[in-house]
């Protein structure tokens, strides 16, 4: 965009230019009355009548004709005072008009550096996809992507330079011709640009953020189905293993038929530090007194840091780091029952599930302590040191199938959807496969599950 304008003078100059030629005029008017004065002083009688003088063209009458004027009064003085004050109203109106051209030009730029700056409020892109149609605009086409929109936008704000500076050297020749460019056109162009400097940076911030973000969601988009990819592959490598003679890989059961110190099975994975974990399982027993110990989890310098127990005539208890709760469950009736426990290390709080329903809930157990990660899961014994000196008094008598756990607190709906067999939901620490579950002792065996429907208590 070209900005054409004419060098005219400026107000000020107009304004001292009609001064000087009044004061050319007054110093006329004062030399005839001069010679006036003289002719007076030389002993001439007053007449009334005075002189002026007067420019001829050089073909004129050499004679030089005088005129009589009459004598000026006060009146008279006031009316060429008041044409003069016109004739300068009217240059000022003449300038005034000149500065309404200029503030045109003015804001003919103003218009074009707010569409620029506002070009990037136009670019948006469509969610989850690549980025949005292409999109017209009258700065040309803006594109979609955070570093094409930085080149273009800091080519657009070199244009404006350029343009500055042009402006500025034009206003340099203009001042050594004699003209004056006006100094708020360029004070405007700069505040204005100044302007578009910020606003080109806070895009440039937000666009960066945008990326940023882009690339966190990207990565854990990756994380997460790198991870669900693992479990399928996990979970297909199972299918091609067979699992035994189990129809799938968690269709299977532990069964520990007689208390001893030496029947136990002992789960391969281990646990990471946890703030909170989910228990849950099948378990089927008769044993008398207590079912004995059906879980327990040992780390070095503390073997009790999760256990699930029950001996002699004492309800079933729970503790975390020794810290015991008892639990108010009952399960020693020789049907299966699904059993779930929670808790968090926020104010050590807790609940017990049985078939779905919530039975029981408290706190201030082991309160703001973390589970330790790197122990020993030990199914059917109950751990003196970590990983053995098992207690024979201590041994689970019974069975157990799909001993899931969680690292987070499960809800409701999801507990109970496993309880009665809506849905099946593995351990996300600690899922329960063929592969992970090596038994130990003669007479502890992997069996194949009954049916879900076959395993609820009204069936």
């Known amino acids: 965009m070209a900005v054409h304008r004419s060098i005219r003078l400026s107000p000020l100059r107009q304004t001292r230019a009609a001064a000087g030629m009044i004061s050319i005029l007054f110093g006329l008017l004062c030399c005839c009355w001069a010679l006036g004065s003289g002719q007076l002083a030389s002993g001439q009688a007053d007449d009334g009548k005075r002189f002026i003088c007067r420019a001829i063209p050089l073909s004129g009458d050499a004679s030089c004709p005088v005129t009589l004027l009459p004598e000026l009064n006060a009146g008279s003085q006031e009316e060429e005072l008041r044409n003069t004050v016109m004739q300068l109203r009217e240059t000022i109106l003449q300038q005034k008009e000149t500065i309404s051209k200029q503030r045109g030009t003015i804001n003919e730029l103003t218009t074009k550096l707010s569409l620029c700056a506002s070009a990037t409020d136009d670019r948006k892109y469509d969610k989850g996809g690549p980025w949005g149609k292409e999109k017209q605009n009258t700065m040309g086409d803006v594109p979609r992507d955070p570093n094409d929109t930085i080149d273009s936008l800091g080519k657009t704000m070199q244009g404006l330079k350029d343009r500055l500076e042009n402006l500025e050297q034009q206003q340099m020749r203009a001042n050594v011709s004699g003209a004056s460019f006006p100094s708020e056109l360029r004070n405007l162009l700069q505040r204005r ?151 968090t290390t926020r104010d050590g709080q807790w609940e017990a599930y049985q078939n779905g329903e919530r039975l029981g809930n408290g706190d201030n157990l082991a309160a703001w302590h973390p589970i330790k990660p790197g122990g020993v899961i030990i199914l059917g014994q109950e751990q003196d040191v970590v990983g053995g000196r098992f207690d024979a008094g201590q041994a689970f008598v019974g069975e157990l199938s799909q001993v899931n756990i969680w690292d987070r607190i499960l809800k409701p709906v999801e507990i109970q959807s496993m309880a009665n067999c809506s849905t099946y939901i593995p351990g996300n620490v600690v899922p329960w496969l063929a592969s992970n579950v090596e038994v130990f002792g003669r007479g502890a065996f992997k069996r194949p599950l009954e049916l879900c429907q076959e395993r609820l208590p009204n069936a």
Not at 226 to 253: C, W, Y
Not at 254 to 266: A, C, D, H, I, V
Not at 310 to 332: C, Y
Request: proline share 5%; glycine share 8%.
């Open 193 to 343: 640009l100044g302007e578009l400097e910020k606003q080109l940076l806070k895009k440039v911030s937000n666009l960066e953020e945008e990326k940023s973000m882009l690339s966190n969601a990207t990565a854990a988009y990756r994380l997460k189905t790198e991870s669900t990819l693992n479990a399928l592959v996990e979970r297909i490598s199972e299918l091609e293993k067979g699992g035994g003679d189990f129809k799938s890989p968690e269709q299977f059961k532990l069964s520990l038929p007689q208390r001893t110190n030496y029947l136990y099975g002992r789960i391969t994975k281990t646990l990471p530090e946890m703030y909170a974990f989910t228990l849950c399982m099948w378990i089927k027993s008769s044993a008398s007194p207590g079912i004995g110990t059906p879980f327990s989890y040992g780390v070095p310098g503390q073997a009790n840091e999760i256990v699930l127990i029950e001996w002699g005539n004492n309800p079933i208890e729970l503790l975390i780091n020794d810290k015991v709760a008892q639990l108010p469950l009952e399960v020693r009736d020789g049907r299966w029952h699904h059993i779930c426990i929670s808790w």
